[in-house]
Nanobody, 115 residues
Framework: QVQLVESGGGLVQAGGSLRLSCAASGIWFSIHTMGWYRQAPGKQRELVATVRASSVTYYADSVKGRFTISRDNAKNTVYLQMNSLKPEDTAVYYC?????????WGKGTLVTVSS
């Protein structure tokens, strides 16, 4: 059974930083693409960043240069380092695992950025 558990969310002032973590179990972690998505109130869920098994990364334009996604295969964990946070980054952040063309999701962690 695939399980993704996010942590690290919270309240931060604009310009601050947070580091999100996602611990995965039930999958062969090292071979799968992992990602972070977010959903702000009243908006659709959107892709933030992905990291492939090869460690190639992709970022949404809105977070390029501010967020960094990384993975630790030994710990079955994917991270999202978020710097220079803006109020518009406020959202529930979800971890995802792409396994055989199926996306699995965590329950999310709330990030609130105050102005």
């Amino acid at each position: 059974q695939v399980q993704l558990v996010e942590s690290g969310g919270g309240l931060v002032q604009a310009g601050g930083s947070l580091r999100l973590s996602c611990a995965a179990s039930g999958i062969w972690f090292s071979i799968h693409t992992m990602g972070w998505y977010r959903q702000a109130p009243g908006k659709q869920r959107e892709l933030v960043a992905t990291v492939r098994a090869s460690s190639v990364t992709y970022y949404a334009d809105s977070v390029k240069g501010r967020f960094t996604i990384s993975r630790d295969n030994a710990k079955n964990t994917v991270y999202l380092q978020m710097n220079s946070l803006k109020p518009e980054d406020t959202a529930v952040y979800y971890c995802s695992a792409s396994v055989n063309a199926i996306n699995y999701w965590g329950k999310g962690t709330l990030v609130t950025v105050s102005s």
